[in-house]
């Protein structure tokens, strides 16, 4: 019922920057907590960031924090990751869930995902 659809992952230098598009549809994304997550092949997904229902609250992975800023435009049910001095170590499929209730880090408490979309950074 609830779909969300990543866009704006590309191939950028290090140091430069990408923003992240997260439409979400199905239910009211008001009433959401969301968040950005990534994946390499053969390694599990580890967390980014995560934006409360009213985007008052923010909680950042240590190794994107104070470079990448989470928020959302609940009147366009839209969530955007703005990636910035973008790092080798970056390169993943970054994917947006959304889920009930309180923030969260934990990526099997989210049960809408979206595709995700590639972000390669080269060094």
Request: aromatic letters at 8%; one cysteine or more.
């Amino acid at each position: 019922q609830v779909q969300l659809q990543e866009s704006g992952g590309g191939l950028v230098q290090a140091g430069g920057s990408l923003r992240l598009s997260c439409v979400v549809s199905g239910r009211t994304f008001s009433t959401d907590a969301a968040g950005w997550f990534r994946q390499t092949p053969g390694k599990e997904r580890e967390f980014v960031a995560t934006i409360s229902v009213t985007g008052a609250y923010t909680v950042y992975a240590d190794s994107v924090k104070g470079r990448f800023t989470i928020s959302r435009d609940n009147a366009r049910s839209t969530m955007y990751l703005q990636m910035n001095s973008l790092k080798p170590e970056d390169t993943a499929v970054y994917s947006c869930a959304a889920k009930i209730g309180r923030i969260s880090v934990i990526s099997a408490e989210y049960r809408s995902w979206g595709q995700g979309t590639q972000v390669t950074v080269s060094s």
